[in-house]
């Protein structure tokens, strides 16, 4: 991008560039109040800003429904906004910017701005919702069976389909024979005209609910033990498939001390505001907590965790070493190839380059998953091929200089396209010249023709190397990040830094997205230093040799 | 392409005499070597290197058996068409497909008509936050979308409760999704290419009378339609190419792009005998990115042709 941002001389020259009317002296204001308006143009805006007008009222009607009102607010102005720029004749700069940058707004930035905003807090597993979300939950999960609890006939019904739809408990109380339907909101009574309940008092109908058979009900068991009912007095659980009982909370808050105290072992966990979480005397901590401003310590645990630190600086060098090989494997090998098949007394380079560059039209996420499958220990066509029988992906450098090999495949193609291109734009009385002075054909090579290839593919290369750096389906489809060392199961050999991101924040060891937004922004820093620094010194180069 | 007439001369990089001698028969050889031979050889070893794991996926399409412990480069075994059949009649593979061409062909054509209409701007026009707009889309650009999928995932929870239609498990919704990374992607590319463009024709044309938008319309894209090509060629490849985010968005069967159905088709213990039709859904999804490529080709040829006739 050798682009100058500014001339200063076109910038004096054009101020605001409306389109001028014939004969008109140029002037931006005279013009724009005589530009003409074409019939076509006029119908365009028209249809254009009826359809945006159309789609707001369309989706202003959930707004209004959920009474969303900043939403729709925003919506309302977004819309005025648009049929302002486009009805005026002024701004026309924005006329062309704002289509793009509303998406970039919405589905880029917005989410960028949240996350880095979250690097700042715990949010994750067991922190996502409010201290009152979590002392809520810590209660209803401490319900237990008491002496004297009451015991109801339990029916699982359903509103929608029996096997996926949400569950819904049809109770009856022994003692009023009033049938209640309840679900994780609470209990609310049914009419009795719109049940039928068999002696005994179980629910076997219910107008709106399809009850579940015994069939339909074991299958979905888990769900129905973990199914909770708040009620007045503490909540209702299941007892098996048939029965549930009003149990009391045994753990309660405490709003005089800040903390939840255990009715049955006495023992209490006071509320720790900095972590978040419910804390005892002894260091033991309630798995539910709730979101709240760590500061800087997600970023500071990177550098201070052992357990983390290790293995980050490992991941951050091959991070490098990764993307430095893909990017510099692929260019030199494409570029040898290109300079070979650079000839003119080569023959039949149109069906070698066809051919070369077929893996370019393979879809990649597909290759890499043959790739994998040809690198099985068991049955994959390397060890056939060879007579081997290395397990590629069990030891560390064998599973990297895989996916180096992979990664080599998919993107010499480009590279060869890329590179032939710009041999042919080189011009050749260039070479010539060096042969004519004496150099040996290495020397023009060293000389001549790689300095003016690295100046017309430095952009591709820095670019190249920026998508290596986060190349996530190269290690996700491949080795998922293995070997994994046996002590530490979060951050593999072959892990880039996006895939143990991605581990870190949906991973099977529990969500942590606060820390995972935190790794987010230390990888944006980095890509964006490294771009920063080659695109000045590329932009340096050019000075040099144009 | 390769210029075979009147440099044969010139073309003799070494500059050696001709090779005329009479007991030079095998000297001569040795030279063709030096100078042409190793050419082929490394040409051929490239060719060989390309297509091993190609004909790997061939034969794995054409293995009867259809299994991955039963594949060899060449098949053995006789060769049949049933899993084609197989992949059809098994999977949703019709679906998919359509799926990801609409996604893909939307989202690359519309972010390349984005991209063009703020490259224009930025290219033409001078205004307040010009530098820091193309700044800021630099940065923008370096910063991973993916990066943000916690946030993505929160914020389109939102909208499939509101708008059901461009939520979770829609088209549109990932479309939508594509569309936010589309200016940071192509806009410098194409601003660049903007740049080249005499400001005279364009000024000239104001001149007679044209509106700005007839100017970039008429004038300005036609004159891009190569890096349009281009571009559009490699939004589609990416589009068609994306995992994550779909695998996140999309989990109902007929909502599946070929990315996210084809992964499911090698997970677990179908991962063996699913390997025949994963391969013939390999073949398959080639053909829309080499036909996308043959329909650009056209353009990109005739864009350079037009340039060579300005002179």
């Given at each position: 991008m050798s682009t100058k941002l500014s001339g200063p001389g076109s910038v004096r020259r054009n101020p605001g560039r409306g389109p001028a009317g014939s004969g008109l002296p140029r002037t931006a204001r005279n013009a724009r109040h005589h530009a003409p308006i074409t019939a076509t143009g006029l119908a365009v805006k028209v249809v254009l800003l009826g359809l945006v007008a159309g789609i707001a009222i369309w989706a202003a009607f959930p707004l209004v429904e959920a009474e969303k009102w900043a939403g729709l607010a925003l919506l309302a102005v977004t819309t005025a906004g648009l049929c302002y720029l486009y009805l005026t004749r002024r701004h026309i700069p924005a006329k062309y910017l704002v289509p793009g940058t509303l998406f970039l707004i919405a589905f880029q930035i917005v989410p960028v701005l949240y996350t880095a905003s979250t690097a700042f807090t715990n949010f994750g597993d067991g922190h996502r919702g409010s201290k009152d979300d979590a002392i809520v939950a810590i209660q209803t999960a401490s319900v237990k069976q008491v002496p004297g609890s009451a015991e109801y006939a339990l029916s699982v019904a359903t509103a929608g389909d029996p096997a996926t739809g949400p569950l819904i408990f049809l109770v009856t109380d022994p003692r009023t024979g009033a049938v209640s339907a309840g679900d994780g909101e609470g209990l609310r009574q049914l009419d009795a005209a719109d049940v039928t309940v068999a002696?005994?008092?179980?629910?076997t109908a219910a107008d709106g609910y399809t009850v579940l058979n015994f069939g339909q009900a074991s299958a979905r068991s888990q769900e129905i033990t973990d199914l909770v009912v708040p009620t007045a007095g503490g909540a209702l659980r299941s007892s098996g498939l048939s029965r549930a009982y009003e149990g009391k909370a045994i753990r309660a808050y405490d709003a005089g001390c800040d903390c939840v105290k255990d009715n049955e072992t006495g023992k209490t966990w006071s509320a720790d505001e900095a972590t978040g979480s419910f804390v005892a005397a002894d260091g033991e901590r309630l798995a539910q907590g709730w979101k709240v401003n760590v500061g800087l310590s997600n970023f500071t645990r990177v550098l201070t965790d052992e357990n983390i630190s290790g293995p980050f600086l490992g991941t951050l060098l091959w991070n490098f070493a990764f993307a430095l090989g893909s990017t510099g494997g692929t260019f030199i090998l494409g570029m040898f190839i290109a300079l070979a098949l650079h000839s003119p007394r080569m023959r039949g380079t149109n069906l070698y380059r066809v051919l070369l560059i077929l893996p370019y039209a393979m879809p990649s996420f597909a290759m890499l998953l043959v790739w994998r499958d040809m690198f099985n220990t068991d049955f994959g066509l390397i060890n056939n091929l060879f007579g081997l029988s290395i397990d590629w992906f069990g030891h560390d450098w064998s599973a990297r200089f895989a996916v180096i090999l992979v990664q080599l495949w998919l993107g010499y193609p480009y590279m060869f396209l890329v590179a032939t291109g710009a041999l042919q734009a080189i011009p050749r009385e260039l070479t010539e010249a060096t042969s004519v002075d004496g150099a040996s054909p290495w020397q023009s090579f060293r000389a001549v023709t790689l300095p003016l290839l690295l100046v017309a593919l430095s952009p591709l290369l820095i670019s190249s190397f920026a998508y290596n750096f986060n190349n996530f389906n190269a290690i996700y489809l491949t080795?998922?990040?293995?070997?994994?060392?046996a002590d530490n199961p979060t951050n593999g050999a072959t892990d880039l830094l996006i895939t143990y991101t991605y581990r870190l924040a949906f991973g099977a060891q529990g969500a942590e997205f606060g820390f995972a937004a935190a790794i987010s922004l230390f990888i944006f820093t980095i890509v964006a230093v490294v771009s920063a620094v080659s695109f000045r010194s590329t932009r340096k180069q050019e000075e040099v040799y144009s | 392409m390769t210029t075979l007439t009147g440099v044969p001369a010139t073309g003799d990089v070494a500059g050696g005499p001709p090779p005329a001698n009479r007991d030079a028969g095998g000297r001569r050889r040795n030279r063709w070597f030096a100078q042409v031979g190793w050419r082929h050889v490394v040409g051929v070893l490239g060719v060989l290197f390309s297509l091993f794991p190609i004909v790997f996926v061939l034969s794995a399409a054409l293995?009867?058996?259809?299994?991955l412990s039963s594949t060899e480069l060449v098949p053995t075994d006789g060769v049949s068409f049933g899993n084609f059949g197989e992949l059809f009649g098994r999977t949703a593979f019709g679906r998919w497909f359509l799926n990801s061409l609409l996604i893909a062909g939307v989202a690359s054509f519309t972010s390349v008509f984005l991209s063009s209409l703020a490259a224009y701007a930025f290219s033409r026009m001078r205004f307040r936050g010009r530098r820091v707009g193309l700044l800021s889309l630099l940065l923008i650009q370096m910063f991973p979308q993916f990066l943000a999928i916690v946030a993505i995932f929160l914020i389109f929870g939102t909208i499939t409760d509101l708008w059901p239609s461009i939520g979770f498990n829609t088209p549109w919704g990932l479309l939508l999704l594509y569309l936010g990374g589309a200016l940071g992607v192509n806009t410098w590319l194409m601003k660049g290419f903007f740049d080249t463009l005499p400001r005279e024709l364009d000024e000239s044309a104001t001149m007679d009378g044209a509106t700005h938008a007839q100017v970039f319309f008429r004038i300005m894209l036609p004159l891009v339609a190569p890096i349009l090509a281009v571009t559009g060629l490699l939004a589609f490849i990416g589009t068609i190419n994306e995992f994550l985010m779909a695998n996140v968005f999309l989990t109902g069967t007929d909502s599946k792009t070929l990315a996210v159905g084809m992964y499911g088709m090698l997970q677990g213990n179908e991962r063996n005998n699913n390997f025949g039709i994963f391969a013939v859904a390999t073949l398959l999804t080639a053909i829309p990115t080499v036909l996308v490529f043959q329909f650009l080709q056209r353009y990109i040829v005739s864009g350079l042709t037009a340039g060579a006739v300005k002179g």
């Amino acid at each position: 991008m050798s682009t100058k941002l500014s001339g200063p001389g076109s910038v004096r020259r054009n101020p605001g560039r409306g389109p001028a009317g014939s004969g008109l002296p140029r002037t931006a204001r005279n013009a724009r109040h005589h530009a003409p308006i074409t019939a076509t143009g006029l119908a365009v805006k028209v249809v254009l800003l009826g359809l945006v007008a159309g789609i707001a009222i369309w989706a202003a009607f959930p707004l209004v429904e959920a009474e969303k009102w900043a939403g729709l607010a925003l919506l309302a102005v977004t819309t005025a906004g648009l049929c302002y720029l486009y009805l005026t004749r002024r701004h026309i700069p924005a006329k062309y910017l704002v289509p793009g940058t509303l998406f970039l707004i919405a589905f880029q930035i917005v989410p960028v701005l949240y996350t880095a905003s979250t690097a700042f807090t715990n949010f994750g597993d067991g922190h996502r919702g409010s201290k009152d979300d979590a002392i809520v939950a810590i209660q209803t999960a401490s319900v237990k069976q008491v002496p004297g609890s009451a015991e109801y006939a339990l029916s699982v019904a359903t509103a929608g389909d029996p096997a996926t739809g949400p569950l819904i408990f049809l109770v009856t109380d022994p003692r009023t024979g009033a049938v209640s339907a309840g679900d994780g909101e609470g209990l609310r009574q049914l009419d009795a005209a719109d049940v039928t309940v068999a002696p005994g008092g179980k629910v076997t109908a219910a107008d709106g609910y399809t009850v579940l058979n015994f069939g339909q009900a074991s299958a979905r068991s888990q769900e129905i033990t973990d199914l909770v009912v708040p009620t007045a007095g503490g909540a209702l659980r299941s007892s098996g498939l048939s029965r549930a009982y009003e149990g009391k909370a045994i753990r309660a808050y405490d709003a005089g001390c800040d903390c939840v105290k255990d009715n049955e072992t006495g023992k209490t966990w006071s509320a720790d505001e900095a972590t978040g979480s419910f804390v005892a005397a002894d260091g033991e901590r309630l798995a539910q907590g709730w979101k709240v401003n760590v500061g800087l310590s997600n970023f500071t645990r990177v550098l201070t965790d052992e357990n983390i630190s290790g293995p980050f600086l490992g991941t951050l060098l091959w991070n490098f070493a990764f993307a430095l090989g893909s990017t510099g494997g692929t260019f030199i090998l494409g570029m040898f190839i290109a300079l070979a098949l650079h000839s003119p007394r080569m023959r039949g380079t149109n069906l070698y380059r066809v051919l070369l560059i077929l893996p370019y039209a393979m879809p990649s996420f597909a290759m890499l998953l043959v790739w994998r499958d040809m690198f099985n220990t068991d049955f994959g066509l390397i060890n056939n091929l060879f007579g081997l029988s290395i397990d590629w992906f069990g030891h560390d450098w064998s599973a990297r200089f895989a996916v180096i090999l992979v990664q080599l495949w998919l993107g010499y193609p480009y590279m060869f396209l890329v590179a032939t291109g710009a041999l042919q734009a080189i011009p050749r009385e260039l070479t010539e010249a060096t042969s004519v002075d004496g150099a040996s054909p290495w020397q023009s090579f060293r000389a001549v023709t790689l300095p003016l290839l690295l100046v017309a593919l430095s952009p591709l290369l820095i670019s190249s190397f920026a998508y290596n750096f986060n190349n996530f389906n190269a290690i996700y489809l491949t080795t998922e990040g293995a070997p994994f060392p046996a002590d530490n199961p979060t951050n593999g050999a072959t892990d880039l830094l996006i895939t143990y991101t991605y581990r870190l924040a949906f991973g099977a060891q529990g969500a942590e997205f606060g820390f995972a937004a935190a790794i987010s922004l230390f990888i944006f820093t980095i890509v964006a230093v490294v771009s920063a620094v080659s695109f000045r010194s590329t932009r340096k180069q050019e000075e040099v040799y144009s | 392409m390769t210029t075979l007439t009147g440099v044969p001369a010139t073309g003799d990089v070494a500059g050696g005499p001709p090779p005329a001698n009479r007991d030079a028969g095998g000297r001569r050889r040795n030279r063709w070597f030096a100078q042409v031979g190793w050419r082929h050889v490394v040409g051929v070893l490239g060719v060989l290197f390309s297509l091993f794991p190609i004909v790997f996926v061939l034969s794995a399409a054409l293995n009867p058996l259809g299994t991955l412990s039963s594949t060899e480069l060449v098949p053995t075994d006789g060769v049949s068409f049933g899993n084609f059949g197989e992949l059809f009649g098994r999977t949703a593979f019709g679906r998919w497909f359509l799926n990801s061409l609409l996604i893909a062909g939307v989202a690359s054509f519309t972010s390349v008509f984005l991209s063009s209409l703020a490259a224009y701007a930025f290219s033409r026009m001078r205004f307040r936050g010009r530098r820091v707009g193309l700044l800021s889309l630099l940065l923008i650009q370096m910063f991973p979308q993916f990066l943000a999928i916690v946030a993505i995932f929160l914020i389109f929870g939102t909208i499939t409760d509101l708008w059901p239609s461009i939520g979770f498990n829609t088209p549109w919704g990932l479309l939508l999704l594509y569309l936010g990374g589309a200016l940071g992607v192509n806009t410098w590319l194409m601003k660049g290419f903007f740049d080249t463009l005499p400001r005279e024709l364009d000024e000239s044309a104001t001149m007679d009378g044209a509106t700005h938008a007839q100017v970039f319309f008429r004038i300005m894209l036609p004159l891009v339609a190569p890096i349009l090509a281009v571009t559009g060629l490699l939004a589609f490849i990416g589009t068609i190419n994306e995992f994550l985010m779909a695998n996140v968005f999309l989990t109902g069967t007929d909502s599946k792009t070929l990315a996210v159905g084809m992964y499911g088709m090698l997970q677990g213990n179908e991962r063996n005998n699913n390997f025949g039709i994963f391969a013939v859904a390999t073949l398959l999804t080639a053909i829309p990115t080499v036909l996308v490529f043959q329909f650009l080709q056209r353009y990109i040829v005739s864009g350079l042709t037009a340039g060579a006739v300005k002179g």
